[in-house]
């Protein structure tokens, strides 16, 4: 987006803002009130000392945020890292975030549905449909949920049933032919029971073009179903949940393009549609094996509160798991092996199955002094099978082809070689913790909330990968990313010698929070806080983990966080303006870098050392008069290296200290409203967003070779309604200034992702419902 757009569009916003403050009429608008269990508890957001967004499921809908892959729609402070797969895919947060292919680490970003905490981010990466409202808590928020939440937290919460029938059946189309379906029923069951079901489809063909062959096909798309049911007790004192549900993805995502020459002989090979140097505007790939991931899922999850006493809740949430996860990836990039660039498929199915359990028990919040008490337990097995394939050839008795670029002759197994590998990985993960966070009201306007944690977590691991055959001749023969060792390692290196690499670690932690809350008005509170964040051991469990090396752990990673904030309400509740500043220190930072391993560019994980983020968050909305809203939003984030501690047991890589952390831009802000009006017999709906992100690194450093470049994201719709808003149809425009960006730029531009919405398109959407 050029300069002159970008001012023209923040002129537009800030003159609709101060007409609409100026507007004379009586305005009886309101800020919507939002209710959240950001504490365990139902409490208005505005009275939760915790820099917290919370954002309602019609939001979610208006602003087109269909998965928590674009999150950041609505939260700035949140990047999402695509991966090839859903299961190398994860969520950052204030910059901090943790992106490991292995089985054996956990995320610093936890997700949370419906109360249970997911193994995985990849867990959480389906549509989000039917909604209650999504959460989402910045900084550490270790005390009282505890597993996987040393940068934040995502919490999703689904719609349940009514105590009236209630349906609803909607329909998206948009360019590319991309549709969605979706439909949910809702109501009573019999006296204080109700229940709730939904499902959902989609499909996309894809926004990248696979030229292979001659056949031009589309890629980047998906196709994915999926339903839930829920059921509802409610006695006015007790309630219960039961939730089932069970979802499937077939996904041809994500490709890497080639954005910058790989050479004049490669280039030529490719003979991609304007040639290779397109950087973020290349949409063609010309590859023998297209990159897709299909995943399967199904969970049960059961919740209960039950009033035990006058005074006291008891709450339980039980929770059971199963995903399955099938990666099927192109390495190398090119339509086949030629002298000098070998073939890499590889193909890698991860299982995982967890159980979970919770108990709390809470005190009446209406007291000046009340608390909670919990325990947790969990458990999760995670296997993932694996297998790399090659073609290479030094010489080749086949002739050049036009460009020069000579192919092996995969005929030939004596000049060419066909280096195979596979590998399995055995991941058992324990945690179980103690829990109590209590708060006193000194005075009506002063209160003071104090909470500890303290967690076992134990991790152990089985690794089994041969060396590297001929896959026609059973020889040892090394290619692009295998290797001529064992998992065990070598003897001469400190070895075991054998194909099989173990490892365990156990661990405890003591975490906390204190945190000081003032409310000078009703309509204002101020708050401080400092948590002490813990993340538990991993292991770089993945397919080329060689011990000794590799089965040393990777620490704990420890966070001290500061944070001060506001929020309030002001001009009789029509103006909501919350900040928050924040210090965060994290010691073992767990952190995923790239290195090579024979010519293939792979990830390793590590501790990075110490990292430092730093900065703050504002969000602003405004209801100036009945039927318009405004939204600002932005954040500010420096997350970098503070002290760089380099394990050569680990094999680090160098990271100089001052360097900035992976996907962490370091400015993000968002404006935008949305606009109703009765126009007689029909209601006009109005919305608009715009997003801009600051320069960023797809790595752990400040390399040229990964930066990504700033970016602005403009969307907007127009909707139609009968009075009822039984009957709605809208129109969409997404990327309205047709701004390419990418999401991960690897090599320098040589692999390059490109998202869905770096292109200008349209669409359209039909809801019906009946209350």
Partial sequence: MSATTRIALKTLAISASSLALMHTAPAMAQVEEIIVTAQKVEENVQDVPIAITAVSGDRLIQAGVISLENISTV?????????????NSAIVMRGVGTISFSVAAEPSVSTVVDGVVLSRSGQAFMDLVDLQRLEVLRGPQGTLFGRNASAGLVNIVSKGGTDTFEAEASADWFEGEEYRLRAA????LGENLSARLTGFYGSFDGNITNINGGRN???????????????????GGNTVRLIADYYKADDDCCVDVTGASRGALQDALLALPGGVALGEDQRFINND???STQDQQWSLTGTGDFEITDTHTLSVVLGYRNWENTENREGDFLPRAIVGAGQLHDLGVVKTEQVSAEIRLASDQSKPFFYQVGAFAWQSDNTQDFTRQGVTCATSTLAAL???AIPCNVSDTVNTLFPFATSRSDVRSKNYAL???ATYQITEQL??????????????????????????TGLPATGPGTNGNPAGGTIASGGNGTNTSRGETTNGNLSGRAAIQFKPSEDIMLYGSYTRGYKGPAFNVFFNHTAPNNAVPISEELSDSFEIGAKTQFLDNRVQLNVAAFMVEYDGFQANNFIVVNTATISNLTNAGTVKSEGFEADLIVNPVDGLNLRASAAYADARVKQFNPNPTTNAPDARNGTVLPLAPKFVYTIGGDYTKELGGVTLYLNTDYRHTSTQFSDL????TTRIDPYGIWNASVGFSDPDDKYRVTFHARNITDESYVLLNIENGRRLQIPRDADRYFGISLRVRTF
Avoid: C
């Fill in 75 to 87: 939260v700035p402070s949140v990047t999402f890292r695509k991966g090839t797969t859903s299961a």
């Fill in 447 to 472: 209160s003071l909330t104090g909470g500890l944690r303290y967690t076992w977590d134990d991790l152990e691991f089985t690794h089994t990968r041969a060396p590297a055959v001929n896959r026609t």
């Fill in 217 to 235: 096909d589309k890629v980047n798309g998906y196709e994915r179903y999926g339903v839930r049911g829920i059921m509802d007790y409610d006695d």
């Fill in 289 to 291: 094996l297209v990159t």
């Fill in 435 to 437: 829990f109590g966070q």
């Fill in 701 to 704: 450093g400040q390399s040229p």
């Fill in 402 to 404: 036009p460009g020069g």
């Fill in 185 to 188: 029923i809702s109501g009573p």
